[in-house]
């Protein structure tokens, strides 16, 4: 199945320093893509003369990217920047930044977007719901969503949650049900009593303690 795409090339931010010795790479990467189109228009801050910038996006190292709403840090080939690009068309593009995100132990990045942008957290979702998500990306989004405790945030998505109470996974069954005792909303109970009788002997201890 093809993805939805945006036909609109998405714009890109680098910051970069004078002495950074993998920013020029970077730099001639990002132009090679607005030249062939990939990029609408690329904007470049030497950070060592505008570090008020620096500061607001709270970069603490470069060369730093954004194409479209996606941040890169680090050393980016070419190659690396178009698939970028292309994915910031997509609709699924979302999900494959906050999966290389949480794959590497980063969760700073996507909770802070999480609180800001509904749309990250249905990709949160979708890829919590995924049975082929890695341990490691797992533990990571229980991470964010213990960050999330009692918020309006993890409050916002009680029914969804319960929805994926009864998912045919026991592992996506239990820990939708250790985030609905996170939410602190009274209404989540609903969703954890029948756990109580869940076939899946861990799923049932789960939704003991949390309803404790």
Not at 40 to 62: C, F, M, P, W, Y
Not at 65 to 77: A, D, H, W
């Amino acid at each position: 199945m093809n993805e939805p795409t945006i036909n609109t090339p998405p714009d890109a931010l680098l910051l970069l320093g004078t002495h950074c010795p993998h920013c020029p790479t970077v730099l001639q990467g990002l132009a090679n893509l607005v030249k062939a189109g990939s990029l609408g228009t690329l904007k470049i801050v030497n950070i060592e003369q505008r570090g008020d910038i620096a500061r607001e996006l709270n970069v603490r190292s470069v060369p730093w990217v954004r194409i479209g709403s996606f941040e890169l840090e680090g050393l980016r080939s070419e190659k690396e920047l178009r698939e970028w690009a292309t994915r910031a068309t997509t609709n699924t593009g979302t999900i494959d930044w906050l999966e290389e995100l949480l794959s590497s132990g980063n969760i700073d990045k996507p909770l802070e977007r999480v609180r800001s942008d509904p749309a990250m957290m249905d990709a949160l979702l979708t890829l919590f719901t995924d049975p082929d998500t890695g341990l490691n990306i797992r533990i990571g989004i229980s991470a964010i969503m213990e960050h999330l405790q009692e918020t309006e945030t993890l409050g916002a998505i009680v029914d969804r949650l319960g929805e994926l109470t009864r998912h045919e996974d026991p592992r996506i069954r239990g820990d939708a049900c250790h985030y609905l005792a996170l939410s602190g909303n009274p209404a989540a109970a609903t969703y954890i009593n029948p756990l109580l009788k869940d076939e899946d002997k861990n799923v049932r201890e789960v939704a003991r303690e949390s309803l404790e």
